[in-house]
């Protein structure tokens, strides 16, 4: 397993009062959910890969809907948490495992790839881009994956001071006591990132609304939730 070069980052996720707090966390967000109601009449035909799974909350809703479901993170607390709420069974694992790398998956294993809650948004940028180019390996073609990132409009909007000028921004924004360092990054760069893995972009609002490509470089939600396929 790797670590992550940010050493506050990785102890957040491995503190035992985080644990306990996504522990207790068990609602979808409500662009999760719309990412389900749009997906669940065809999850019984899926196999998924949750990445970041923290302490469960997105396995209470996707696990027993799927074919298989892989919830990997790379905090063993968390998977810890995960095995305490929700059983392991012939198609449900949870794994100890790192985002950016996943050569342990054989390629086109999953049709649907979850990374929830900016779980992506504490890794350095090339790591970023490592993970997009690891995900859709092993996701096979046409296969989804949706994940949710800061926005760096938000913080544009609140006239902070970004860190780089290249379409995002690594910030301490004061969550958990201010101990993490956090990626926020444009609707356009974001797209930009996509590009070389991924099409049929579909992107939601913090309220689980669809918002249009055409009015995505205006948004300034503190975060958006992308669904995408792979090509």
């Not at 544009?156 to 990054?185: C, F, M, Q, W």
Request: net charge negative.
């Amino acid at each position: 397993m790797l670590a992550f070069r940010n050493r506050a980052n990785d102890q957040v996720w491995r503190d035992p009062a985080i644990v306990a707090e996504y522990s207790r966390a068990a609602e979808l967000q409500l662009a999760e959910q719309a990412v389900l109601d749009l997906l669940e009449p065809t999850l019984p035909s899926m196999d998924m890969l949750d990445i970041g799974v923290g302490g469960g909350r997105t396995a209470l809703h996707f696990a027993q809907r799927t074919r298989r479901y892989v919830g990997i993170d790379y905090s063993p607390e968390m998977i810890a948490a995960c095995g305490a709420r929700l059983r392991s069974a012939a198609n449900i694992r949870f794994a100890v495992c790192d985002a950016r790398e996943l050569d342990g998956f054989a390629a086109s294993s999953f049709d649907f790839i979850l990374f929830s809650y900016n779980g992506i948004d504490y890794m350095s940028h090339l790591e970023r881009l490592d993970a997009f180019a690891a995900v859709a390996r092993i996701c096979i073609r046409g296969g989804y994956f949706c994940f949710s990132s800061h926005n760096l409009r938000s913080l544009e909007a609140a006239k902070a001071h970004p860190i780089t000028g290249s379409g995002y921004a690594i910030v301490n924004d004061g969550v958990h006591g201010g101990r993490l360092e956090t990626y926020y990054v444009s609707p356009d760069e974001q797209l930009n990132q996509l590009s070389p893995w991924f099409n049929e972009i579909r992107v939601y609002d913090i309220d689980g609304e669809r918002v249009t490509l055409q009015a995505l470089g205006a948004s300034c939600d503190p975060w958006l939730t992308f669904l995408c396929r792979a090509r």
